[in-house]
C-alpha cells in the first residue's frame, strides 16, 4: 500500500469501449464496475465522482449505453460502466446481447474487484438490481450501493429508505457498503471517492503480497 500513488479521480481519462468480453484489454489490474437501470443515473454518478461532465457519455434516451466502457484512474486501476438494463426501448435480440455481454463479464472477468449498483433511491432493489446483488455475493464481492437522486426526498427520507434497505439487505448476507448520492447536488461525493480508493488499495497491497 505504501507504493500506491495518491488518485485523484478528476484525472481519470477515457481508455476504451468494447461490446463485449473478448475485445476488452488484457483481464489485468483492479477493475472497479458500475452497474444499474438506464435510468438510475449511473452515467451521471460517474461523471460527478470523477469531477468531469462528459466522461461518461450521459443520454435523454436511457438505456443508449450498450457497450462496456472503461476509465483509466491510475495505471492498471480501471472504472468500467457497464450497460444500463431494464428500461430501453430496444429489441429483445438487443436486450439479450447486452445481457449476453455484461454477465460475461461480470462472471468471467478476473481483473473485476468490486460492484457498484447504482439505484434511484426512490426506486431501489428491483429485480435485476437483487440479480447483480446476489451475483456479487456468490463471486464474494464488495458491493456498494449507491442511491441516486437523494436531493429529490430530503435527508430524513433518504435516512429512513437506507435504514429499510439495511434491514431488507439483511438477508442476503454479504459485504455491503450504502451512499446516498446526488450528481445534481454533491451529495455523497467524498465519501464514494473513499470507499472505492478503500477498496483499490486493499486490492494493490494484496496483488503486492502475492507477488513478494
Known amino acids: ?21 473478448a475485445r476488452l484489454p488484457k483481464d489485468l489490474g ?44 491510475l495505471k492498471d486501476f480501471t472504472l468500467v460502466d457497464l450497460p444500463g ?11 439479450r446481447e447486452w445481457q449476453k455481454s455484461m454477465s460475461e463479464y461480470l462472471q468471467k472477468r478476473m481483473a473485476l474487484r468490486g460492484l457498484v449498483v447504482v439505484m434511484d433511491i426512490r426506486h431501489p432493489l428491483k429485480d435485476h438490481d ?18 441516486t437522486k437523494c436531493d429529490k426526498i430530503g435527508i430524513n427520507k433518504s435516512k429512513e429508505i437506507i435504514g429499510e434497505l439495511k434491514y431488507q439487505l439483511s438477508e442476503f448476507g454479504g459485504n455491503f457498503t450504502l451512499i446516498a448520492f446526488s450528481s445534481l447536488k454533491k451529495i455523497g461525493v467524498e465519501e464514494t471517492r473513499q470507499v472505492l480508493t478503500s477498496w483499490y488499495q486493499q486490492f494493490h ?8
Open 1 to 21: 500500500m505504501d507504493n500506491l500513488p495518491a488518485i485523484d479521480y478528476r484525472k481519470t481519462r477515457f481508455l476504451t469501449s468494447s461490446p463485449d468480453l
Open 30 to 73: 483492479i477493475e472497479i464496475a458500475f452497474a444499474g437501470r438506464s435510468n438510475a443515473g449511473k452515467s451521471s454518478a460517474l461523471n460527478t465522482i470523477c469531477d468531469q461532465s462528459n466522461l461518461a457519455k450521459t443520454s435523454k434516451t436511457p438505456g443508449r449505453t450498450r457497450l462496456i466502457n472503461l476509465f483509466q484512474v
Open 85 to 95: 438494463y431494464g428500461y430501453a426501448k430496444v429489441s429483445d435480440s438487443m436486450k
Open 130 to 147: 437483487r440479480l447483480i446483488i446476489d451475483w456479487s455475493i456468490a463471486a464474494n464481492l464488495p458491493c456498494l450501493l449507491l442511491l
Open 205 to 212: 497491497s494484496a496483488q503486492e503480497q502475492n507477488e513478494e
